[in-house]
């Protein structure tokens, strides 16, 4: 497809739970990002790789999350251990050029 | 760390009027970016405006235009000829940058709810 694709576009789970979450960047863009928006904020950063490595993972907010991207094209984001505070819509974006990001769509989870 | 102020958590403008939106920035460096984002109602996040901090002159894109002042560390965008697409939230951002077209971390602001009333 010619956009960022994320899937599930919502999932709902229970409290302890894990999750995946998959990005599928645009074909080409070296960097993607991983940020978690909450209703009525901004975007929060989770992580970025450049590539297959994580550049900088400092956003990450526990050792519950974690993300790979282990080709350097599709990248997965695992919560571990799901919690109430982890409900959010997680938005994937993938670029070329400097700060110019494509957005996928987000996946809403919930976690009850 | 960069913090990123949008100070207006709401604004509204009527169709065809002009409107600016605030944003103001923290950082001790000298190289990085500015971008202003829209995420219109139940649809993705998509790139406006950005201003490389060593260009001195104002970056425009059609109706869009900014107001960048390094020294106050503030950069506004001005919408021209408001039309009812541009009912969206706008998220003013920043990004660090070290020299070889390479891509960092983006911080976000909190965002302004812009309203274009008809």
């Known amino acids: 497809g010619a956009g960022v694709s994320q899937t599930p576009s919502n999932k709902v789970t229970e409290k302890g739970k894990y999750v995946e979450l998959r990005c599928d960047p645009i074909s080409g863009h070296t960097a993607l990002y991983w940020y978690r928006q909450s209703l009525g904020q901004g975007p929060e950063f989770l992580i970025y790789f450049q590539g297959t490595g994580a550049a900088d993972d400092s956003g990450l907010p526990n050792d519950r999350f974690f993300a790979v991207r282990p080709e350097g094209s599709v990248s997965t984001l695992k919560i571990q251990r799901t919690e109430r505070g982890d409900s959010a819509v997680y938005l994937c974006?993938?670029?070329?050029?400097?700060?110019?990001?494509?957005f996928g769509e987000g996946s809403r989870l919930t976690v009850l | 760390a960069q913090t990123v102020t949008q100070s207006q958590p709401e604004m509204s403008v009527q169709e065809a009027e002009t409107v600016t939106l605030s944003c103001t920035y923290d950082t001790s460096e000298n190289n990085y970016y500015l971008f202003w984002y829209k995420q219109p109602p139940s649809r993705q996040m998509i790139l406006v405006i950005r201003?490389?901090?060593?260009?001195?002159q104002n970056a425009t894109e059609n109706r869009f235009s900014v107001n960048f002042q390094k020294a106050a560390k503030s950069f506004s965008l001005k919408i021209s000829d408001s039309q009812l697409g541009d009912t969206a939230m706008y998220f003013c951002?920043?990004?660090?940058?070290f020299g070889g077209g390479s891509n960092y971390k983006l911080t976000f602001g909190k965002g302004t709810l812009l309203t274009v009333n008809p």
């Open positions: 974006a993938s670029s070329l050029n400097p700060g110019e990001l494509f």
């Open positions: 951002a920043f990004m660090m940058t």
């Open positions: 201003q490389e901090a060593y260009k001195q």
